[in-house]
Every structure is written in C-alpha cells, then in structure tokens.
C-alpha cells in the first residue's frame, strides 16, 4: 500500500511534461513529485508504436522503483500508444493525456478546429477513436509539428527557425478559418506566445494541462492517497540529457532538485 506521503511520478519525452507539473503542482502544491525526462531519445512522436511501449515501460518502472503512489503520463504521443499497455503491465493508477478535441468541438462557432501535435500522436488508434466520437459536422485539420520539440528541446523557443516552422504549420489553419486550435504535445505550450504572434488572439488556444491537473487529484481522492503535510512538496527531477534547458524552465519553481541521470 503506498503512503500519502510518496512523491506523483511524472514521465515525458523530454522537457515538454514539465507544462503539465507546473499545472499538478499549481493545484497540488503539498504534493512531493518525481520528473523524468527521457531527452536523449526525444521525440517519441518518430518512433514505433513497440519503440513507445518499450520506452514507457522503462519510465515507469524508474518511477514506481522511486516509490512513486501514481504515474501520470505527460506525454500525448506516449498515453495514446502505451497507456493501455502500462495499465495492464502495472498495479498503479495513471493519468494519461492526450489532445483536447473534445472541449474544442464544443467551443467551436465555425465548426472547424485545428490541431498541432506529433505524428505519433495523430496516428495513434486512440486518437483516431476520440476523433471519431466527436461531431461529425466538425472538421479537424490536423498539422503533424515536425521539428517543434526538438528545437525546444535545445532550448530554441524564440529562435527564427521555430517562428519559420510555426509560420508553415499554423498559415494554413488561418485560411481554414479555424478558431480553436488543440495543442497536442506537452511541449508546445511554452510555445503560446510565438503561436499568438502568428494567429493572433482571437482564436482560442486549447491545451490539456489543468484538465490533468483536476484528474491526477480526483484520483488521488479515490484512493485516498493526498498528501497531508502543510508543508510544500519537494520536487525531483531527473533527466538523461543536458540540463540546461530544464534549468531554464524551472529557475522560478522554489524545492527543485535537477539531476543527470542515466536510464
């Protein structure tokens, strides 16, 4: 039985996860957290289906070997290829994410949403049942952002290539006359403020993270598993890369420990 106590086990591809911590640890702030970012081998959104389940099965047994109460997938590309997996591999409770079409569909005037997001994600069975249970009067341009989360991943946000690639995904949507627009990768909310330059603010950008958040908590509920200390968690983070982006991200977050670790 785990204690109240033992630290949520957060997994991404990378850095990217880190947009749904922030918004679990905004709701949840006693709760003690343990990140893992497997960088080296960003982005999941390339690889096979078997590559994701295997890679999936090796962080969450990291995190679960860390004494971790409940694993929460940060990743788009990996809950819709692997979480079915790992919910019959592990005696754990997870949180998946995965695009928020759903809410867009029900925002939508122009009955026509887009969505950014990794190939592995829109090719993923998952997202094509969830597609497929929405309107039908509603059309969804999809947009595979190749090339987004690696330059993220170095730390690339503001650079002139990523507005040039923005710029070549986002145009289209434009003239689609889309006007939600679904981010499909945890990576790409620290890319908001170089989408708005782009599409401007009229059209509302939609993202998964506090819809994540209020679902790691109920679940925590369920199980009666909430932290009860008064005091802050602590938060631990480890990634198979350089650190310096992470670093970057997290500078203003306070009981931040960044390792390089290898797994």
């Known amino acids: 039985m785990k204690s109240n106590n033992y630290p949520i086990g957060v997994f991404d591809s990378g850095i990217g996860g880190t947009s749904i911590w922030k918004e679990i640890t905004t709701l949840l702030p006693k709760e003690n957290t343990i990140y893992l970012s497997d960088s080296k081998n960003a982005p999941y959104g390339q690889k096979s289906k078997q590559e994701i389940i295997d890679l999936s099965i090796k962080n969450t047994q990291f995190l679960i070997d860390a004494n971790c109460k409940i694993i929460v997938v940060a990743c788009n590309t990996a809950t819709t290829n692997a979480i079915k997996v790992l919910r019959g591999y592990f005696n754990i409770p997870f949180i998946g994410i995965e695009p928020a079409i759903k809410p867009a569909s029900l925002k939508t005037k122009t009955n026509t949403i887009g969505i950014?997001?990794?190939?592995?994600?829109?090719?993923?069975?998952?997202?094509?049942?969830?597609?497929?249970?929405?309107?039908?009067?509603?059309?969804?341009?999809?947009?595979?952002?190749?090339?987004?989360?690696?330059?993220?991943?170095?730390?690339?946000?503001?650079?002139?290539?990523?507005?040039?690639?923005?710029?070549?995904?986002?145009?289209?949507?434009?003239l689609e006359n889309v006007d939600c627009l679904v981010l499909g990768c945890t990576h790409y909310p620290y890319l908001i403020p170089k989408i708005k330059e782009i599409i401007g603010n009229e059209i509302e950008i939609i993202d998964s993270g506090q819809a994540v958040a209020k679902q790691t908590k109920a679940i925590l509920e369920k199980h009666q598993l909430l932290n009860t200390d008064d005091k802050t968690g602590d938060y631990q983070f480890y990634i198979n890369k350089n650190k310096k982006v992470l670093e970057m991200i997290l500078s203003k977050k306070e009981n931040i420990k960044i390792d390089k670790k290898d797994f």
Do not use: C
């Open 116 to 174: 950014l997001a990794t190939k592995g994600t829109l090719n993923s069975k998952l997202f094509e049942n969830t597609s497929r249970n929405i309107n039908k009067e509603i059309n969804i341009k999809e947009t595979i952002g190749k090339g987004l989360v690696e330059l993220i991943e170095e730390g690339k946000i503001n650079s002139s290539e990523m507005t040039k690639l923005l710029s070549v995904y986002l145009k289209p949507m434009l």
